[in-house]
């Protein structure tokens, strides 16, 4: 939920902080109504709309490994179902997903979140401090970043 709700933040701050004339109708309502657009449009979309441009290439490994590894475990402890019907979960049982998360899947989870975490706010800030929770998240993953350093180094 931390990507999820990072970038609900990043969304409701540029709303209220940018000039949001120039955008369609229908981007400006994916940013305002966080609770209807999916995890996949938020992280592919809200940080085009707010920087202008797409962080991630075509096919992004961050991008890929949080759709299709990290999100089924979230959406199984997210949403949980005691009800075994993967037709309606994207083609993935929740239930028995639930029951396989083990330390690994909990390390991967949180070293994929942290790298997007940093890559959309480079992204969508660039020439803003890290929040301090992120850089202490990027410490608990273990995960050096020489260019998140200089970049806090500069700016300083």
């Known amino acids: 939920n931390l990507i999820e709700a990072y970038l609900n933040g990043i969304a409701w701050d540029y709303l209220r902080t940018a000039d949001t004339d120039a955008l369609s109708n229908r981007r400006k309502r994916l940013l305002e109504d966080s609770s209807s657009a ?27 490994q949080f759709l299709d590894v990290v999100k089924p475990f979230r959406d199984s402890l997210v949403h949980p179902s005691p009800f075994a019907t993967p037709e309606k979960f994207g083609g993935y049982d929740k239930l028995r997903l639930l029951y396989r998360i083990d330390k690994e899947t909990a390390d991967l989870a949180a070293v994929t979140t942290a790298k997007l975490a940093l890559r959309i706010h480079k992204h969508v800030k660039p020439k803003e401090l890290l929040p301090p929770w992120l850089e202490e998240l990027w410490g608990k993953v273990g995960i050096e970043d020489e260019s998140s350093q200089q970049v806090r180094a500069q700016d300083r």
Not at 41 to 56: F, R, V
């Open 38 to 64: 999916s995890m996949r449009d938020k992280l592919l979309k809200y940080p085009e709309i707010i920087a202008g441009t797409s962080p991630w290439s075509t096919n992004d490994t961050d991008v890929t």
